[in-house]
């Protein structure tokens, strides 16, 4: 998000000509200086209530101001003497982007229209780093709970191979031919669910690595999977 915030002033400098741009973002009722470029007349980042200034009303508001004269506007709290015109945007509920100049009437209609498309990028990117972020905790618990699942199931399914074996062993002479087939059945169970359980695993770390996957042709996974389970029913539309 820093790198959002410099590129932001940065570009506002070298492609929109505002030479003194300034980011400061919300957080916990207050507004906090993030990026601007070096001709800001402000000797250090100061920090505003969401309650003060123009930068607070425009948080406040969602809405963009232009400032002809910061010395005379009473919607302004200016921490600088050397701040007369002021352009100032919201960045959606994140914070203000402002833009500042030495002389009055240094803004007008053309310059808003500019400082909100570039606004508009920055939200953007910040969208996008929001979402990454939540995809990255949703595939965290997706392992988390694929390594739960596959333990809670391995266990039994040791248990179960364990006492198949047993039986294969103790009883396979007295097993009739039902017998014999209700066992391959349990067997054939046991392997399935061995196979899904580690599908599970495979899956939640492919998701977790964020791989890139592929298309497949359905009609030949559908061809597979009949072939491989011709007892299961395959519905295609």
Known sequence: REEVYQQTVETAETLL????????????????????????????RPTMSVD?????RTYRTGESFLVD???TDDRTDPQSAGIRGALSVPIGDRGVFQVVADRPGAFGERSRELAELLVQQTERALDRLDWEQSLEAQNER????????SHDL???????????????ERYRDTLDEDGEEFL???????????EMVDGLLAYSRVESRGDAFEPVELDAVVADVRESHPEASITVD
């Open 69 to 71: 004269d910061a010395r």
């Open 52 to 56: 003060q200034g123009l930068a607070g």
């Open 17 to 44: 000509d505002f030479d003194q741009a300034v980011v400061s973002i919300e957080e916990d009722g207050l507004l906090h200086v993030r990026a601007m470029t070096d001709e800001v007349p402000l000797e250090d």
């Open 142 to 149: 997706l392992e988390e709970f694929a390594h739960a699942v």
């Open 184 to 194: 391959a059945f349990v067997v054939d169970g046991a392997e399935r669910m061995r």
């Open 154 to 168: 391995k266990e039994p399914l040791r248990m179960v191979s364990s006492y198949l074996q047993l039986i294969d």
